[in-house]
């Protein structure tokens, strides 16, 4: 760790889902603005080693990094917000610190001393913290859950401990909190922001900047009360109101003045941030040119922060083509037959991930409307493997054509382990995680859309198309743009003669920001602004 490296800590109270991971990405958008270095880290407090194998509609999206660490998806915020590149190690959970003291004891490291929460628990997570501090000016480290709660409390008596290891001017705390609105006395209420900031003194942290949750810009007087009853200068209560698209907190933070107030804390030497690209982005979402609808076909419809990832890509291709994104989302279960007409009056249908059989068929039957209908049709990772089992079913004439994901005994298994993942498959270790490179066909829709011949992409999934059906396929007009370099991959299919048809095997959500879109979703939001002005 560098010797001048600072910390931000950033704690949550009263209830969860407040924003502190888009509130700490627009904290490191400014900061990086004003010329730091940054990296950032995600503390999370539950007993899973990652998230990779809790369902999405309990945890939401798992964000998948370079290095193949499946992780929370506030890192996703991070890198679509700055320039950093996060990797396994910037998101740490309690499982794995436990793990890791568990290890080390089992290892004789300890010299038979007791094992105990303080010092063993909290000084791997202090060891943790401070080795993500290697070549950067400031590290924002986001502590999971909500202040009180029993599972958190390892983590805060390790950020707390860390103040007094660094010095004062190398640790700040920013505690976010909810200042609700009571329409019934008609007046903002900061109880519950006093009661959060109380329980948190209470384990020895004193916020240095408070953020309030709510729906309005507070008043001055309201600020100076919670200065007053929280102890912090009133300058340092800063307003985090509702907005209508994430990109706009940045702005709003700097307005408040929340970065003046973390230079000055942290006693920080910085120019003024040039903001006039997060400017410009936000004036074309909040009054865009012109507008599409994309139906998304899956099966955690009920909880869309399964998709955080795409929603965000989708909208940075609508941000390309000065285009508003209109999403809706369609249970792939419910989708059978005669109910495709519901897609009718889209102008493009995209697949997303998913894993087991579960809603499969209603993903085909999709699929097989946007094939027929020229519908716009983006397939990611599952959506691809489901698009080659449409086309082989309907195009190849092989009925019996499936996943052995969804069905282990189908008489064609277009979709199947590869030799060696067969082996492993009752052991475990056959997810294909991280980057992978993957060489595109010239001049075939793919590398049209990317504009180069060869890409690197993040994957996570488990089944391979089946190279002993390349042949049948290809006979029936499928294309594979894009292979893996020693042509045993196949990552992305095509349909040429049709407005738009792709399916790839990685996730090219991962990679896109506002500021750099990412070419498949540009290329996808391009196609049905066409199918829109037909």
């Known amino acids: 760790m560098s010797r001048e490296t600072k910390f931000i800590f950033v704690t949550g109270g009263v209830m969860s889902s407040l924003g502190k991971g888009i509130s700490s990405a627009s904290i490191g958008a400014l900061l990086e603005a004003r010329g730091l270095r940054i990296s ?27 290095d193949g660490a499946e992780t929370d998806l506030d890192l996703g915020h991070y890198e679509r ?75 805060l008596e390790a950020i707390r401990q860390l103040r007094a290891d660094l010095g004062r001017e190398q640790v700040l705390y920013i505690h976010i909190g909810l200042v609700p609105y009571l329409s019934s006395a008609g007046e903002v209420k900061t109880k519950p922001m006093q009661h959060s900031v109380k329980e948190l003194r209470s384990i020895g942290i004193s916020p240095d900047i408070i953020l309030c949750r709510t729906d309005r810009f507070l008043e001055r007087s309201v600020k100076a009360k919670i200065a007053l009853f929280c102890d912090v200068p009133e300058e340092a209560v800063i307003t985090v109101r509702d907005v209508s698209s994430i990109y706009e907190l940045p702005q709003l933070l700097n307005k408040e003045g929340i970065d003046d107030a973390i230079a000055e804390r942290l006693n920080i030497w910085t120019g003024r941030p040039d903001l006039s690209r997060w400017e410009e982005i936000t004036a074309t979402i909040q009054d865009p040119g012109h507008s599409v609808r994309i139906a998304m076909v899956g099966k955690y419809v009920e909880l869309t922060e399964s998709y955080k990832s795409l929603n965000e890509a989708l909208v940075h291709g609508g941000i390309a083509h000065d285009t508003r994104v209109e999403v809706s989302y369609v249970d792939s279960e419910k989708l059978e037959g005669s109910a495709c007409e519901s897609l009718s009056g889209v102008d493009g249908i995209l697949v997303p991930h998913g894993f087991g059989p579960r809603g499969a068929e209603g993903k085909i039957h999709a699929i097989r409307f946007a094939r027929e209908k020229r519908i716009p049709f983006f397939g990611i990772c599952y ?93 029936a007009g499928l294309v594979l743009s894009g292979v893996s370099p020693d042509g045993c991959l196949v990552e992305i299919i095509e349909l040429p003669g049709h407005p738009w048809f792709l399916g790839c095997q990685f996730h090219p959500e991962f990679k896109s920001t506002p500021f750099a879109p990412h070419p498949l979703f540009r290329g996808f939001v391009g196609a049905a602004l066409a199918q829109a002005s037909d």
């Open 383 to 475: 959506g691809m493997q489901c698009a080659v089992i449409e086309i082989a079913r309907h195009l190849s004439g092989l009925q019996g054509a499936n996943s052995t994901e969804i069905d282990p005994e189908a008489p064609d298994r277009v979709i199947d382990f590869l030799p060696d993942q067969r082996e492993r498959a009752e052991t475990g270790g056959t997810m294909r995680l991280g980057a992978y490179p993957c060489r595109l066909s010239a001049g075939s829709l793919a590398a049209r859309t990317y504009q180069k011949d060869e890409v690197s992409e993040r994957h996570r999934h488990r089944y391979e198309f089946n190279l002993g059906y390349r042949e049948t396929l290809e006979q």
């Open 81 to 155: 917000f700055t320039r950093a590149r996060l990797r396994s190690r910037n998101n740490l959970t309690a499982g794995r610190v436990y793990e890791q003291v568990l290890q080390k004891e089992r290892d004789g490291r300890y010299l038979g001393a007791t094992v105990q929460v303080i010092p063993h628990v909290t000084d791997g997570i202090k060891e943790h913290i401070r080795s993500i501090g290697d070549d950067t000016d400031l590290v924002i480290v986001e502590v999971g859950g909500t202040v009180g709660d029993i599972e958190s409390l390892p983590f």
């Open 40 to 66: 950032f880290l995600k503390l999370d407090p539950y007993l899973n080693v990652d998230p990779g194998t809790m369902n999405p509609l309990q945890h939401g999206e798992v964000y998948v990094t370079e």
